[in-house]
């Protein structure tokens, strides 16, 4: 098992943790099936009645997946190499999703991309004051994944199709009111949190009840109209349009936030929302997001994004196509293809 993750028992409750602090606990292939093989353990094991997920020392829970090592991977090797991981991560979503005894994920921290995959399955998810949520997936070229076509897609009015395009960051009071957390603690209550449930499993939810207290206000609940009104189209330019249309300061920032991102990215993650909706599964979600991550590794935006953020750092990526008219209906639909059978991402079979 990576020494980046330790999953122990702790009397009747299976505790992850996570411990890659100099990468704020980014997820690599290895760091997935170690989850996974702990999770599985504990599926059958009557004396585990409930699992926690954790972070170790550092200023996040977890900062996404490793998407450095895997532009890396597909440099250097091809596409092949680059779905190991995806395979790995979203079988660990799924598992997370399915799994029938309570799971409480403590977000407190940096929580985006391959967090929010750890974090939202759970039936528990805990906000802190330190909590900084987002899917940023548009700044390198990627999309929202981990299952994000699905949670996003479900979230109120068009706070998914906003959160998804903008990579908003939303603190823990924000995450609250959203949905995306069931409780806010303070920081310095979660020791006492996880020591009683440690204790006693069954009285997860009173110990989680009793020690929640009331978050400041949600800066987001002024801007959910704004929302709604400006993110109402599931067609790209119709967005950039009603904002262009505004002179706001508000619109304004978001206009030039949207035209920082790949617009096919964009436009893929505006897809895959509308069509979530309407998912009947979450395995099936999981299976179109691991085709779409296939082939989305091989566009040219992954390589240039990843670089332009966590490899050269300069945030200027050069994005092909470089407007959104560039992305057509018939590269879109490419993308969207479903792979052969015998490429099909698959979940663990219990």
């Known amino acids: 098992m990576t020494e980046w993750v330790h ?14 602090p100099r990468a704020i606990h980014a997820l690599t292939t290895e760091m997935c099936e170690a989850i996974s093989a702990a999770m599985l353990d504990w599926r059958t094991d009557a004396g585990v009645k409930a699992v926690m997920i954790d972070h170790a020392e550092g200023r996040g829970f977890c900062a996404g997946g490793d998407v450095a090592a895997v532009r890396r991977s597909v440099l250097e090797y091809g596409g092949k190499a680059g779905r190991a991981f995806f395979q790995a991560e979203y079988r660990m979503n799924h598992l997370l999703f399915t799994f029938s005894k309570p799971v409480v994920a403590f977000m407190d921290g940096i929580t985006m991309g391959g967090g929010v995959g750890l974090s939202l399955p759970a039936r528990y998810r805990v906000a802190t004051e330190n909590t900084l949520f987002a899917m940023p ?87 959910l109209d704004r929302i709604d009104h400006f993110f109402a189209s599931d067609r790209f330019e119709d967005i950039l349009a009603a904002l262009a249309g505004d002179d706001g300061k508000w619109a304004g920032k978001e206009l030039a936030t949207l035209q920082a991102k790949s617009p096919l990215a964009c436009k893929t993650a505006l897809r895959l929302l509308a069509e979530g909706r309407a998912m009947p599964e979450f395995a099936s979600e999981m299976r179109k997001e691991y085709a779409l991550a296939a082939r989305i ?12 953020v966590l490899v050269d750092k300069d945030n200027s990526p050069h994005w092909n196509p470089a407007a959104p008219e560039g992305v057509t209906d018939a590269l879109l639909d490419a993308i969207f293809a479903p792979l052969p059978a015998q490429e099909e991402w698959t979940p663990y079979e219990f």
Not at 170 to 199: F, N, V
Not at 297 to 308: S, W
């Open 7 to 20: 999953a122990r028992r702790a009397g009747a409750v299976g505790h992850v943790r996570l411990d890659r």
């Open 297 to 308: 590794i091989l566009q040219p935006d992954f390589a240039e994004g990843v670089r332009a």
């Open 137 to 223: 997936e548009m700044a390198i070229g990627l999309f929202p994944d981990v299952g994000a076509g699905w949670y996003l897609s479900r979230l109120p009015g068009r706070l998914g199709p906003f959160l998804a395009l903008t990579g908003a960051r939303l603190d823990g009071a924000e995450c609250l009111l959203a949905g995306l957390a069931t409780h806010y603690l303070p920081a310095a209550a979660l020791p006492s949190a996880k020591e009683r449930i440690a204790a006693a499993p069954e009285k997860l939810e009173s110990i989680l009840a009793e020690l929640s207290e009331a978050p400041p206000e949600a800066r987001l609940a002024r801007n």
